[in-house]
């Protein structure tokens, strides 16, 4: 990975089965993708299918925020990157934006993810594998000289006047 950029994780294209009744991408179509992201993402960390069945170890979503900038419509080409926003013991925060062929933002997804154990007794927060951990670190500092994005961390308020 180049220093300072974001992580492209997915390529696709809009299929019929995403368009809604208004002629664009439904706004499920785009959690769908953004999730698709992030399991790429899991690929590129450690925790791809063979290391999740191996280790029991994964991930659950614990927020997402999802911001619509311009619609996609069938047959629309787009990509999303990854932006590391910060990571602990057991968590990450990712930003991921979605553009179109020409650069264009379509649209971006907040998400908080934990690390988890799936056994037998159930689900529970666990830290990072040492290759997880490993592999945040690293891609924390290949993006240390990204921006934050402006709308990262910013919940959904009307603007009241006065």
Known sequence: MRRGLALPVLEATVVSEWVDYNGHMNDAAYAMVFSRAGDALMDRIGL???ARKRTGQSLFTLQ?????FKEAKEGDAFAVT?????????RMRLWLDMTG???ERLAASEQLLISVSLGEAGSR?????????????????AQSGLPHPPAAGAGIALKRKG
Do not use: F
């Open 48 to 50: 791809d299918a063979g």
């Open 64 to 68: 997402v925020m999802l911001h619509y």
């Open 82 to 90: 990854c932006h590391l926003l910060e990571h602990d013991d057991k």
């Open 101 to 103: 062929p020409d650069g």
């Open 125 to 141: 927060a666990v830290p990072w594998s040492h290759e997880t951990k490993a592999a945040l670190d690293a891609l924390a500092r």
